[in-house]
């Protein structure tokens, strides 16, 4: 009976994101919310975008339904107060609108990047305010609890941004980052469940539903894309999701569940860091170097690159599943840090390895001083002084194949 709540909620996000979807595509079209084959791009054909409209109504369904379920049905209670951890779930629920609201702004009229971070650093900090923050953490070594004071805002919401973003930026396929969520967002309820945070599980399976819905339109040949209000909501519910199970009075463990649950998202953007700080372009320069990108030009298929990555991904969330039960193996202390610590260093240096194999780190773009333009301008490997440029500032290993702009 415990488990019916939850499947209801699951089914009536994915049954909302099925219903709903066609008429977002209609919508997205009629407001010119359309990627066109080109640059990045991988899509040949015109898609429409802004499938986080369907994403939202399902989250925003599930919401409801929750609500009546708990008033007249007799669900359990989900809002529960945890010691340190004081919520206002509807100053959080403002917060994820605030996110929604400016990468569905950014859809329409495509915003410039300090405009829309400015919006999500907006919808962070309500968040934050909303007191889903960062809380005390054992110490493991001394006993007793290390607190970070008023730091504990500024590090949530650049917490809470980096989600964010994450998503946003391995969405590059057909069906990856709606199907990496899924993925993530039930590992995240059943670990939500194992810690007995309510709030959390349903919250995620909530977001499963609404992705695995939305995933009937999406995955390869996609009739319509997530678009930022989409991929940024998914990554900042996951962000809060992954808060409301583990702040409080967290244990290391805790705080290493979300690294390795959104670790293919994280290693990406740290990757992507990387690369464009080696090739001397803008952090924010976009490329193909994305992992997704990578795996395409390995000769996989975008089907079968996405399968990969939703693989990939199940492996490191069995791996944080596993973490969560070592405490039931063993009584000693440092014992079960010993199996935790090395289960998340073999899932790291498979992810690493992986990521070293796919050359996520060689740059894609590099820049040189245009004499006569009078300006720093981009290269790519198609310029025929590609390969002159990328030896003269110091990158001999840069990708020589196809780029991007």
Known sequence: MAWVPFAVLFVAALAIALLITPAVRHLAVAVGSVDYPGGRRVNTRPIPRMGGIA???ALAGAAGLQWLG???WDWPVVVLPAPGLHVNYWLLALSIGIVFFTGLIDDIVSLRPIPKLIGLIVGAGVAAASGLIVGNIVNPFAGGLLSIGWLAYPVTVVYLVAFANAINLIDGLDGLASGLTAIVAL????IAVNEGRLDSAALAIALCGACLGFLRYNFSPAVIFLGDCGAL???FVLGCISLLAVTRVAGITMLMLPIVLA??????TFSAIVRRHRAHVSVGQADKGHIQHRLVREGFDPRQAVTLIYVWTGVLCIGAIIMTHVDSWTEVFFERMAIKVCIFV???VLSLFFAVRLRLFTPVLLHHWDDEMGE?????????NFADEAER???PDAEQEAGGS
Do not use: A, H, K, R
Request: charged fraction near 10%; glycine fraction near 6%.
């Open 346 to 348: 073999f899932l790291l």
């Open 187 to 190: 590992s995240m309820f059943l």
């Open 70 to 72: 708990t008033t007249y």
């Open 263 to 268: 670790g293919i998202p994280i290693l990406d």
């Open 233 to 235: 909501t998914l990554g």
């Open 376 to 384: 720093d301008v981009l290269i790519t490997p198609e310029d025929p």
């Open 393 to 395: 500032q110091n990158l």
């Open 55 to 57: 994403v939202i109504c």
